[in-house]
């Protein structure tokens, strides 16, 4: 399916897209290569994770499901203002498809389709988000994923469908597997913002400012 790109939208798109909706913030990492909980690494005032989930709540509101693991007793208290649901996943050691099993898990038996966002994206904003959730339309046959850097990847919108591949994922297999595997359902948004996510001790200094 050719790449789209969506320059607007209006309210009555984003609420047909969202109404049964999902967003699943993935940020049980223990930012090993950081060297400190990227979660809290401030960014515009704001731990990076609060930041994050502001944004999924602003387009899909109570429907936010943030998934934690690592330094989650440090991390839950700066979400206690967020209308986000908190889960814990206790094997997040295990890799990133624990966290994605442990989201999908969570959400609702009303819940048609779920976004998967990861916490150290930071470049990505709430329009971002409204983009890609008005592109994607609520059509139930379709994968809605971000285009960065020459390829795909999340921000994704995954129909009811692809949850049991989900939760078959396993170790350091990410949503990526599923839109490798299904390339001929993908609705391409182009979204430069999620090239840019928080890893190492280089990303920490592109991100703050000097002293």
């Known amino acids: 399916m050719a790449a789209v790109v969506l320059m ?26 950081l060297g400190q909980p990227k979660q809290l690494v401030r960014v515009h005032g704001r731990p990076l994770v609060h930041l994050v989930v502001d944004r999924a709540v602003s387009l899909a509101g109570h429907a936010v499901t943030v998934v934690l693991g690592a330094h989650a007793k440090e991390i839950a208290p700066c979400l206690r203002s967020s209308s986000a649901s908190i889960v814990i996943n206790r094997e997040w050691e295990q890799g990133i498809a624990s966290s994605i099993r442990t989201g999908i898990a969570s959400v609702g038996a009303g819940c048609s389709a779920v976004m998967i966002l990861l916490a150290d994206q930071l470049a990505v904003t709430a ?3 409204k983009r890609l959730a008005a592109a994607w339309g609520g059509e139930t046959k379709t994968i809605a994923t971000a285009v960065y850097n020459g390829t795909f990847g ?4 995954f129909p009811e469908w692809c949850f049991s591949e ?14 490798q595997r299904h390339r001929d359902r993908l609705l391409h948004v182009q979204m430069p913002n999620a090239a840019m996510d928080l890893d190492t001790p280089e990303d920490l200094e592109l991100v703050l400012p000097p002293p």
């Not at 607007?8 to 290569?33: K, M, P």
């Not at 989900?166 to 839109?179: E, F, N, P, Y």
């Open 154 to 157: 999340v921000p994704a919108i």
């Open 8 to 33: 607007a939208w209006n309210d009555t798109q984003i609420e047909g897209a969202t109404r049964n909706l999902h967003v699943v913030v993935l940020a049980a990492g223990g930012s090993a290569r």
């Open 127 to 129: 329009d971002d988000l």
């Open 166 to 179: 989900l939760m078959q994922l396993r170790g350091d297999s990410g949503a990526k597997v599923l839109l």
